[in-house]
Structure formats: C-alpha cells, structure tokens
C-alpha cells in the first residue's frame, strides 16, 4: 500500500549537521499528516517534529531552534534539518505519516524502518 523510506543518517560530531530526507510511495491520495519519532536506546518513542498538510509545525521542546521539518510535496517527501546536534539526540529516527489512500478509506499511519543518528566525538 504505501511505504515510506528514510535516509541520511549517520554519525556525526557534537555540533554537527545532518539532513534527513522520507520519502513516500504508493497508493497516496493525500498525506495528512508528515513526521519524525526517535527512540532512544532504552527509552520509548517520542515525537520530534511533524507537519500537517496546512503547514502548521510540531516540534519536541528539545529539538526547537535546532530542527527544522520541511516538505516537498510534489514529490511526496519531507526533511528533517538537524544542526547543533548532541549527544543526546543519538537515537533511531523514524518518519511517519497519517496517509488516504482513498476517499472511502479513513486515513492511516505509517512508518519507515529507521535510520540510525550517533552524536559523538
């Protein structure tokens, strides 16, 4: 039905940059809702940033000033800019989105496999 693929992770030093680019395929008719989660090792998953379909953004207190969320959506795929990085965001990052994939259908979540961010000197 739909898959979503992420890429652009990495290991990176304090302070660094990284982009992060999801890109959906499938049976979209509209993407409602686009964004990333994060999982620590040993914690749950939080949300990092997300974007609706207006273009009203989300973003965890943690990441705010640091992360940017943007979307290109002709091409069904949205980025997370991720600067000034720390130790503390390593984690595996995971894109999400809330998908129709029909008129008739109520929307669904869906998730890409995770792509894994080590912050460390």
């Known amino acids: 039905q739909v898959q979503l693929e992420e890429s652009g992770g990495g290991l990176v030093q304090p302070g660094g940059s990284l982009r992060l680019s999801c890109v959906a395929s499938?049976?979209?008719?509209?993407?409602?809702?686009m964004g990333w989660y994060r999982q620590a090792p040993g914690k749950g998953r939080d949300l990092v940033a997300s974007m609706a379909n207006g273009g009203s953004t989300n973003y965890a207190d943690s990441v705010k000033g640091r992360f940017t969320i943007s979307a290109d959506n002709a091409k069904n795929t949205w980025y997370l800019q991720m600067n000034s990085l720390k130790p503390e965001d390593t984690a595996v990052y995971y894109c999400?989105?809330?998908?129709?994939?029909?008129?008739?259908?109520?929307?669904?979540?869906?998730r890409g496999q995770g792509t894994q961010i080590t912050v460390s000197s």
């Open positions: 499938g049976s979209i008719l509209t993407i409602n809702t």
């Open positions: 999400h989105a809330k998908v129709k994939t029909s008129y008739f259908v109520k929307e669904q979540s869906y």
